[in-house]
């Protein structure tokens, strides 16, 4: 893995949305997965900049995104489908037929988890997978347990992550408690993985993540195993890694 230092946010951001950018340039019909919550905000925000400059097409792109809140509908202001239209979707030229975010209230999870896999296997798999990172190290949903989960599945999110997504809700009750996610196998068999860190709240599962033991217990390590993977982090995320390993530079290769 390589590690990127980010000045900040701002930097981070910039950073990422060149990279997407491209990806976008020379493969116009690649698959992005993509991720939420408040980490690719600024660089969803920079990518519509550049594509109201004309500077980027996403005609022909596809997309498949991570996660859904299991029982919120995509008009739900907190679901995940609503936050894409929003920070990107609606703002660029993307098909929406071509984009994909699983459904939070197929009658069947189970089964909207299998036609989701079968959805990124006839998209010919994931060019480039974007990433944020919970502050106990989970990726998509998947949470820290006892094994890595292949396929997309059901998880119950745990008190720490529904704490932590509870200041996009008015109280914590609102906070659903189930979800659906992309699973480590499909995340791992994207050809390139970005993910990105801000804040103090990520330094330790960072650290543990690329340089710790690669564990369930935390599941962005398994990217340690992945021949491609490009993090952005801003000075904030990189504070433990940079204490432990005694890094000063700007690019690392782990
Ligand atoms: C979002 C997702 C999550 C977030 C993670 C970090 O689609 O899958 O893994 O990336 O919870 O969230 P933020 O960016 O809000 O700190």
Not at 203 to 220: E, H, I, K, N, R
Request: net charge negative; proline share 3%; aromatic share 8%.
């Amino acid at each position: 893995m390589r590690i990127y230092a980010a000045k900040d946010y701002k930097d981070m951001s910039r950073k990422a949305a060149n990279l997407i950018s491209a990806q976008v340039i020379m493969k116009p019909d690649a698959v992005l997965g993509l991720a939420t919550g408040s980490t690719p905000v600024g660089a969803y925000e920079q990518l519509r900049e550049w594509h109201d400059k004309g500077d980027l097409d996403f005609s022909a792109i596809r997309s498949v995104n991570l996660d859904e809140y299991k029982g919120l509908s995509g008009e739900h202001d907190q679901s995940y489908r609503y936050f894409m239209n929003h920070n990107l979707f609606d703002h660029v030229n993307i098909k929406k037929e071509n984009t994909n975010v699983p459904s939070g209230l197929a009658q069947d999870a189970e089964a909207e988890c299998r036609r989701y896999d079968g959805v990124i296997r006839e998209l010919g798999g994931i060019d480039l997978q974007l990433l944020g990172i919970g502050g106990n190290g989970h990726i998509g949903f998947n949470e820290p347990c006892d094994v890595f989960e292949k396929g997309t599945h059901v998880v119950t999110l745990t008190e720490e992550t529904r704490r932590s997504n509870a200041r996009f809700f008015s109280s914590i009750d609102e906070v659903p408690t189930h979800a659906l996610t992309m699973g480590i196998g499909g995340i791992m068999s994207a050809k390139k993985v970005l993910l990105l860190a801000s804040g103090e709240a990520k330094a330790q599962a960072l650290y543990d993540s690329c340089f710790g033991p690669v564990t369930p217990g935390v599941p962005a390590s398994v990217l340690q195993l992945h021949n491609d993977v490009v993090i952005i982090a801003d000075e904030a995320a990189l504070a433990m890694i940079r204490q432990k390993t005694g890094w000063e530079g700007e690019v690392y290769d782990n």
